[in-house]
């Protein structure tokens, strides 16, 4: 009886030992939350959001041939030089040396997409570099402004450069393309005085519930269900005053007044 009530007590004590052992294991190692270098696994609390861009096959995840690009391109965003200067005060979970440790160097911002679409040039920077060493020209901040490290110097390596700006199919190197039309662009014919959705994107800044015009660019260009409500009217009261002179007269269109408004619902569905 004894001999019985000792083994329980062992198998007790083996398996509390065991869970104390699994609660504490991993606790007393620590991630880097320096501004660089950081490798907090952000896939440990957003697996969802990181196997949906594994899955999906687009401009920020894996379209280009190089895999999908990292969460820290967008969320621990570093200077860009060619850029819309608005979209500069932004500081939490940039990859700055002066970061507050605890408060910003571990963050994640939520930043605007025209943050990285708001320059002026586009298209094809390097014909056949995409596979190089981008090192030996984008080194040293003092040399050519066409040549300076890429984003101050906070990427060095090559791998990262090829996610953003390179592409496997064609072997180039490209500019990240601004989303010109909406005066938002450094580019100085970007005016936005015949954009016809201008309304949409100045409309989506206005509103709170995403940062800038970011409502505008997910409605448009990711597979999310975005349901529009067009409300257009079927009459119209135009008052019209005639004017004259002692050689002629001519008509000035005073007013236009719109009624009788109808509701179109409009469905983009996920594709």
């Known amino acids: 009886m004894r001999l019985l009530f000792l083994l329980l007590i062992v198998c007790a004590l083996s398996f509390?030992?065991?869970q104390t052992?699994?609660?504490?294991?991993?606790?007393?190692?620590?991630?880097?939350?320096s501004a660089n270098g950081s490798d907090v696994p952000c896939e440990k609390c957003h697996a969802d959001v990181a196997e949906e861009m594994e899955v999906l096959t687009g401009p920020h995840t894996g379209e280009t041939g190089f895999g999908r690009m990292k969460c820290e391109y967008?969320?621990?965003?570093?200077?860009?030089?060619?850029?819309?200067?608005?979209?500069?005060?932004?500081?939490?979970?940039?990859?700055?040396?002066?970061?507050?440790?605890?408060?910003?160097?571990?963050?994640?911002?939520?930043?605007?997409c025209m943050y990285c679409h708001s320059g002026?040039?586009?298209?094809?920077?390097h014909?056949?570099?995409?596979?190089?060493?981008?090192?030996?020209?984008?080194?040293?901040?003092?040399?050519?402004p066409n040549h300076r490290p890429a984003h101050e110097g906070k990427y060095k390596n090559s791998e990262?450069?090829?996610?953003?700006?390179?592409?496997?199919?064609?072997?180039?190197?490209?500019?990240?393309?601004?989303?010109?039309?909406?005066?938002?662009?450094?580019?100085?014919?970007?005016?936005?005085?015949?954009e016809s959705h201008i309304s949409f994107v100045m409309s989506a800044i206005e509103n709170d519930t995403m940062e800038d015009a970011n409502e505008a660019c997910l409605a448009c260009?990711?597979?999310?269900?975005?349901?529009?409500?067009?409300?257009?009217?079927?009459e119209a009261e135009i008052t019209v005053n005639n004017s004259y002179t002692q050689s002629h007269s001519y008509w000035n269109v005073d007013e236009i007044t719109p009624s009788n408004y109808t509701t179109y619902r409009e469905v983009k569905e996920v594709q």
């Not at 002026?120 to 920077?125: A, D, I, S």
């Open 21 to 33: 052992a699994s609660i504490f294991a991993g606790q007393h190692t620590w991630y880097n939350l």
């Open 127 to 144: 014909a056949n570099h995409a596979y190089s060493d981008c090192w030996p020209c984008h080194r040293n901040p003092t040399e050519n």
């Open 120 to 125: 002026n040039k586009y298209g094809v920077r």
């Open 74 to 112: 967008c969320h621990r965003f570093p200077p860009i030089w060619r850029r819309n200067q608005t979209f500069e005060n932004y500081t939490y979970a940039s990859v700055n040396a002066d970061v507050i440790p605890g408060k910003e160097a571990h963050a994640a911002s939520t930043v605007p």
């Open 160 to 194: 990262d450069c090829r996610r953003c700006h390179a592409n496997a199919h064609t072997g180039d190197v490209y500019y990240i393309p601004p989303a010109g039309g909406f005066n938002l662009t450094t580019s100085t014919s970007d005016t936005g005085k015949n």
């Open 16 to 18: 509390a030992m065991a």
């Open 221 to 234: 260009h990711t597979r999310m269900r975005v349901e529009i409500l067009f409300n257009v009217t079927t």
